[in-house]
């Protein structure tokens, strides 16, 4: 789609720096580890060892995945006492997928009837 008609759409064409930040989320959710991270986690928090429990991995591996959703924004950790709780940055997600979608032509999608849809 040219920019004229995204732009009657109300659409931007991304920049080269959105075209990377999403290259950045893609890669990260290229793996079917990270893919079942991310799954685990849509359902509530998790501790770093609940992950290592569920998917049956090394904590250096499953520590490793964890990293490369943190860098692409996905994953926030917090450590609580000898803890790292894990969960999902639901704004971040949605963005991507507003971005993704002007990336791809579509109309953006409609509002949660609650607001802005952050979780």
């Known amino acids: 789609m040219k920019n004229a008609a995204l732009e009657t759409l109300g ?12 290259k950045v989320f893609h890669k990260a959710l290229a793996d079917v580890t990270r893919l079942r991270i991310v799954q685990l986690l849509s359902a509530r928090p998790r501790t770093v060892n609940e992950l290592i429990e569920a998917i049956g991995l090394s ?7 964890l990293r490369r959703l943190r860098v692409a924004g996905i ?40 607001g802005s849809g952050a979780r």
Do not use: M
């Open 59 to 65: 904590q250096p591996l499953v520590s490793w995945h």
């Open 75 to 114: 994953v926030a950790t917090q450590r609580t006492g000898r803890e790292v709780l894990c969960s999902l940055r639901h704004d971040v997600i949605e963005r991507f997928t507003h971005r993704e979608r002007a990336l791809l032509g579509l109309a953006p999608l409609a509002e949660p009837a609650g």
């Open 11 to 22: 659409l931007r064409a991304p920049a080269g720096e959105d075209l990377r930040d999403l």
